[in-house]
Every structure is written in structure tokens, then in C-alpha cells.
């Protein structure tokens, strides 16, 4: 695969870079010839083979298996001084990126666009130490840990693992982290296609906006109704899947449609109405609705089992190096700025109250202003047509237009009032509700004060120093990749397709004996219970044969198994 290279380079770069920098010494045999540093980077890569988990581990080891390939096995102190020494030159995040060009090049020759698959994994950490938490799916718990984000290409092949901090969140940086790997690789990133963690409307906010197309699925499930969203096709048979169909939709609420840059696709079982999954993304325009299911299936292949593979096999839930720092609590700092919008809605609410009373004050003040003025007027009028009257009717004269107008004005000066106590009743409603809700806002508001400043955001906490992790997870990486490789080009056909755990169980620990010649090393295999395994173990060592594998130091390979007695 070519990683032997990369690896030297990238410990030699950071060994001489650290060098300039620091004055202390380093570890004899850490930068220098390959045949010094290989027997110690060996240990780290092969633990999980020998049944290992942590440097410490070889504190009783007793085995023969790292024995014959150098002749002598290290022992804990040793290798974790050596991992302790690269973790200070902080190699882990150099030597994860130079790999995964290493990988792209390897599985994937040349320049062309590919396509990746990308998902958090998260680990736990055991500590009673206040330290940033998150969601650990496999245990259904809330607790510290470690988030390692994995990404794999086309037919599963690993192209990295990197390490992060719990708080990370995979929507935030997901288009970031494809412009940045797009430059480790060399190469364009076709698509991306990720679980529901990216599925929201932010994250297709920012990939609209940078022109990048991904495929993810909606968080809910099965509670879509057909009802919700406007087709734009037919209903189209799943590639694959003769039994589901597909079609291209929108939302049907217009002002959700004209807000959400996503695409959808609608999956339903034929026969049914709703659909029972619903995909969103940014999609290549020459995507059929059919062939999104199965593009989005492929991750269940080509990613997860992958990432079991490596728990199960490469130790991938392990925790390595447990230095740390004290840090702010960010946890707590985001729950405090949640709590702060809480207490400024409310103080916002609570002015908005206080300004509407103001306004109903003066509007109280401007309606009885308004009615005494009209009052007044009507009342002299009344009292001046009843004068008028009354001489008219000394004099004789008549008094039918005085009486009209007089019992106009009455009429009038009835309405003017009904309405103001109509009007006023209403005011005085109105000043009642608010009174009684800015009551209650200013009792809110200092629950939401209380609350906000009960959140402790002087304290610190612990955050893991995660470069020795790093480090093991380059190796967990490159230990992974190498058994996909070695199965793909050397195993029998019905052999490559063992899984990591099974391969170290079946061929990786099987007893044998090795011997050393000046020109060849011999590697003879006890012989198999079950004839099949017989077969395909000398099929196996058929293939390594001849491609003529060499050691480090030259000498030709050369595999074979007992014969079944």
C-alpha cells in the first residue's frame, strides 16, 4: 500500500520540526533508521493481534508472536515512552492526513472525484472528573468521551479516522472538513453521505450555499404523512428493491418550501400511502428518485459494519493517554447563553407588556379627553335648544324643528356615552391582562435569573490531551486497512470477506513456526481442524506465494500450511 514511506516522513518531519524547538532530549531510536523505529511502531500496530488493548498490556505478555519478527519483545515501558515521546511531537494528526492520501491513492488510484461516507463514533470515558459529555449511542447514557470522526470511500476502504473533542457537533463542520480533506486527498469530493446527525435544515443551508452536494435522512421516521409534501414525478420502483418506490417532493406548506433548500425523496412500500423514510440532500441533478435509497443504503455496508468491524477487532472503544487540561466548562457556557435568550425573551416580552400599558394609559386619557370635549358640546347644544325652546313657547311660535333637534342631541349625547363606556370597558380589559401578564412575566423573568445565574460557568473542567489517542487510532487505521488489503489480494475467495475479529482468531493467531534463512523466511501453519479451512489456508498461502511478498530487510516470504494428518 505504500504506507511505510509516509510513515517514516511524517515521524521524521515532526522529530526534526520538534527538534529545532526544544532543547530536551529525545528517545534514542524514535528519528533515525527505519530498522530503529519500526520494532516499536510494530508493538503499537499489532496489539489487537496478540489480544492486546494498551501499551501496559505487555506487562505480562508471554507470547512468541513479536518475538519472531525482531528476535526480542518490548516490554510496557518501553513502547509507552515511545508513544509518549510521538504524542509530544503531536505526530498523530499529520500522520492520520498524509495516510489517508496514502489510502485514496491506494484504493482509489489517480485524481477523479470519489465519494465518501462520513460519521461521528463516539467512545466512552470512564472518570468521576467533572469533563464535556455527550450522547454515547451504544449505551444510552449522557458522559464524557471521545468523538472520532470516520470516513470511508467507495466499497468501504478507510481513507482516516480522526480524533475529537465530545462537544463537536457533526453539522457544524461537515462542509469544512470536505473542503479540507478534498486538499489532503488531491482530489474533488463528489457527494457525502452521512446518518441524520446532518440531516437538518442548517446543514443544507450550508451546503446550498457552497455549491456541494450530500445525501442524509430526515431524524424522524415513520410519522410523515403523504399529505405534508407536493410530488414533482411519479412514483418510481427502488433500484434493487422492486418492493419500495420513490419520487422527488417538496413540502407542501409554501413558506416551509421557499425557506428549505433541501431536496427530498419520499420512500414508501408499494401499496402503501406514506412514506416510511424520507431522504434529504443536495443531489446531483442526474440522481433518479429510484436510486437515492440505494446510494443512502450502501452506508450500512460501506461504514457502519466497518466501524464494528474495527470495535470488535481493533480496539477501536479503547481510551489511551490520560493527560489532560483544565479548560472552560463549554458545556455549561452554552447553557448559560441558552439560559441568557430565556432571560432576554422574557425582558423583551416584560417591555413589550410595560409599553402596551404606557400606550393603553394615554389611549384611556385621550378617550375620556375626547368624550368630555363631545360631552360638553352636546350638552350645550341640549341646554340651548331647551332655552330656545321654552321662549318659542312664551312667544307662541313653533316648536316642532326645536323639538326634532333637541331630541337629536339627546339621542347623539346616549350614543357618545354608550360608546365610551364600551370603549373604555375595553381599555380597562386590555390594561387588566397586560397587568396581569406582566405580573406574571416579571415572576418568569426572575425564575429565568435564577436559573441562568445558578449555572456555574467559573469552574473548569477536564479535557483530555487527545494526541496519544490519535496516534493509536492511525495505527487502528492502518492495522484495519492492511487486513482489508491482504484479504482483498492474497486470501482464498471465500476468505475476503473476514471480518477483522474473525481473521485474527482464524489465520492472524493461528499456531505455526517461523523459520529465519539468510535469503527466505519460512512461515509454516499448523494444519486445520475443518477441511474447508484447510483448503482455503493453502489457497491463501498459494496466492502470497506468488506474488512474492518481501520482509523489510528483503528477504522473500515464503507461506505454507501442514498438511492434514
Known amino acids: 500500500m505504500g504506507v511505510s514511506p509516509v510513515v517514516e516522513a511524517s515521524i521524521a518531519a515532526a522529530g526534526q520540526e520538534q527538534t529545532q524547538t526544544d532543547s530536551a532530549p529525545s528517545l534514542p531510536g524514535v528519528v533515525g533508521e527505519p530498522e530503529a523505529l519500526w520494532p516499536k511502531l510494530d508493538h503499537l500496530l499489532y496489539l489487537p493481534i496478540l489480544g492486546l488493548t494498551r501499551p501496559r498490556d505487555l506487562y505480562y505478555y508471554q507470547g512468541k508472536g513479536l518475538h519472531v519478527l525482531y528476535g526480542f519483545t518490548y516490554k510496557y515501558l518501553t513502547v509507552e515512552h515511545f508513544a509518549g515521546q510521538l504524542s509530544r511531537w503531536q505526530v498523530g494528526y499529520p500522520l492520520a492526513d498524509a495516510l489517508a492520501d496514502c489510502y485514496s491513492q491506494a484504493w482509489y488510484p489517480g485524481q477523479a472525484a470519489i465519494f465518501i461516507f462520513t ?148 420512500m414508501r412500500p408499494t401499496g402503501q400511502v406514506d412514506p416510511t423514510r424520507v431522504y434529504v440532500g443536495r443531489l446531483p441533478e442526474e440522481w433518479s428518485a429510484g436510486s437515492v435509497p440505494d446510494r443512502f443504503r450502501q452506508r450500512w455496508l460501506h461504514q457502519e459494519r466497518v466501524i464494528r468491524q474495527m470495535i470488535a477487532g481493533a480496539n477501536l472503544n479503547a481510551n489511551f493517554g490520560y493527560t489532560y487540561q483544565e479548560v472552560p466548562n463549554r458545556t455549561h457556557q452554552r447553557q448559560w447563553e441558552e439560559a441568557q435568550e430565556s432571560v432576554e425573551a422574557s425582558e423583551r416580552q416584560l417591555a413589550e407588556r410595560q409599553e402596551a400599558l404606557i400606550n393603553l394609559s394615554k389611549s384611556l386619557t385621550r378617550l375620556r379627553h375626547s368624550f368630555r370635549q363631545e360631552r360638553e358640546e352636546l350638552v350645550q347644544q341640549i341646554e340651548a335648544l331647551g332655552a330656545d325652546m321654552r321662549q318659542r313657547q312664551e312667544q307662541g311660535q313653533a316648536i316642532r324643528q326645536c323639538q326634532r333637534g333637541l331630541s337629536h342631541r339627546q339621542r347623539r349625547l346616549a350614543e357618545v356615552t354608550h360608546r365610551f363606556k364600551r370603549r373604555r370597558r375595553r381599555l380597562l380589559e386590555k390594561v387588566a391582562h397586560n397587568r396581569t401578564r406582566r405580573s406574571e412575566l416579571r415572576q418568569d423573568l426572575a425564575q429565568r435569573q435564577a436559573a441562568r445565574d445558578a449555572i456555574d460557568t467559573h469552574s473548569l473542567c477536564r479535557e483530555r490531551s487527545l494526541e496519544k489517542d490519535q496516534l493509536m487510532l492511525d495505527m487502528q487505521v492502518l492495522l484495519t486497512n492492511l487486513h482489508d488489503w491482504t484479504r482483498q489480494h492474497y486470501f482464498a475467495p471465500e476468505w475476503q470477506h473476514l471480518e477483522l475479529d474473525t481473521a485474527i482468531h482464524l489465520i492472524y493467531r493461528k499456531p505455526g513456526r517461523v523459520h529465519s534463512k539468510p535469503e527466505a523466511i519460512e512461515v509454516v501453519f499448523d494444519p486445520y481442524r475443518y477441511p474447508e479451512h484447510q483448503q482455503a489456508m493453502e489457497e491463501s498461502c498459494r496466492r502470497l506465494n506468488a506474488a512474492q511478498v518481501h520482509w523489510r530487510d528483503g528477504r522473500l516470504l515464503h507461506f505454507r500450511v501442514e498438511p492434514k494428518p
Not at 486538499?183 to 457525502?192: E, G, S, T, V, W
Request: proline content about 7%; glycine content about 10%.
Open 119 to 266: 460519521d461521528w463514533h463516539t467512545k466512552p470515558h470512564w472518570t468521576k472528573q467533572p469533563a464535556h459529555s455527550g450522547h454515547i449511542a451504544m449505551l444510552e447514557r449522557i458522559m464524557p468521551g471521545t468523538k472520532q470522526l470516520i470516513i470511508n470511500g467507495p466499497g468501504g476502504h478507510l481513507l482516516g479516522g480522526w480524533n475529537s473533542v465530545m462537544d463537536d457537533h457533526l453539522s457544524h463542520v461537515l462542509v469544512d472538513l470536505e473542503l479540507e480533506l478534498a486538499d489532503k486527498l488531491h482530489r474533488p469530493i463528489a457527494y457525502n453521505v452521512f446518518d441524520s446527525e446532518g440531516g437538518g435544515q442548517p446543514t443544507g443551508e450550508r451546503y446550498a450555499e457552497a455549491e456541494r452536494c450530500y445525501l442524509s435522512v430526515l431524524p424522524r421516521q415513520g410519522d410523515q404523512r403523504l399529505s405534508e409534501f407536493e410530488l414533482l414525478g411519479e412514483w418510481e420502483p427502488v433500484e434493487g428493491d422492486p418492493d419500495r418506490q420513490a419520487v422527488k417532493a417538496r413540502w407542501k406548506d409554501q413558506v416551509k418550501a421557499d425557506q428549505d433548500p433541501r431536496q427530498l425523496v419520499l
